[in-house]
């Protein structure tokens, strides 16, 4: 079976412009992280104390 490995799977964030792309990785089993109403900073720090990868559209 040819599946996505749960221990090193990415986590990832997702900016307020991405709201659709967000519930379409958590479909496919992504850990995905998505806030309204965060300004470029806040995605930063949030991405670096949760090791996340974000995603943004800017």
Do not use: F, H, Q
Not at 10 to 27: A, I, N, Q, T, Y
Not at 29 to 58: A, C, F, H, Q, W
Request: a negative charge.
């Amino acid at each position: 079976m040819n599946g996505c490995n749960w221990s090193t799977a990415e986590k990832l964030m997702c900016d307020e412009m991405l709201g659709s792309l967000s519930r379409w990785l958590r479909l496919a089993g992504y850990d995905v992280l998505y806030l309204r109403k965060m300004d470029d900073n806040d995605v930063i720090r949030y991405s670096v104390d949760e090791g996340r990868s974000p995603i943004t559209r800017e």
